[in-house]
């Protein structure tokens, strides 16, 4: 499975942004839904972190604790795309943010990543 992220940029503090996540060479016998699909970010001199899962088996959503209330995941399984929606912009949410698949249950990033988008949150 190939993951193209989009949607990153430059916003203010309080503002909005929505991230994509295109799947692509999704391998034979598989399809979109059984992949659990997630979102991790990296801040400049931070450890990386996740974000949020959308389960494989369409089995839930979960969320950091930081993104709990501010962030959405979801996706369009006629379009192989899981978005996050991300309100309430803050500061130390600028980070390099990554798109994550794995052939199972939860998020671990173990079959494949995208290769990021930058979010800037900047006044």
């Known amino acids: 499975v190939q993951l193209v992220e989009s949607g990153g940029g430059l916003v203010q503090p309080g503002g909005s942004l929505r991230l994509s996540c295109a799947a692509s060479?999704?391998?034979?016998?598989?399809?979109?839904?059984?992949?659990?699909i997630g979102w991790f970010r990296q801040a400049p001199g931070k450890e990386r972190e996740g974000v949020a899962c959308s389960r494989g088996g369409n089995r839930g959503t979960y969320y950091a604790e930081f993104a709990r209330g501010r962030f959405s995941i979801s996706r369009d399984h006629a379009k192989n795309t899981v978005f996050l929606q991300m309100d309430s912009l803050k500061f130390e949410d600028t980070a390099e943010y990554y798109c994550?698949?794995?052939?199972?249950?939860?998020?671990?990033?173990?079959?494949?990543w995208g290769a990021g988008t930058l979010v800037t949150v900047s006044s």
């Open positions: 994550t698949a794995d052939n199972h249950l939860e998020c671990t990033g173990s079959d494949a």
């Open positions: 060479e999704i391998t034979d016998g598989l399809t979109f839904d059984d992949y659990a």
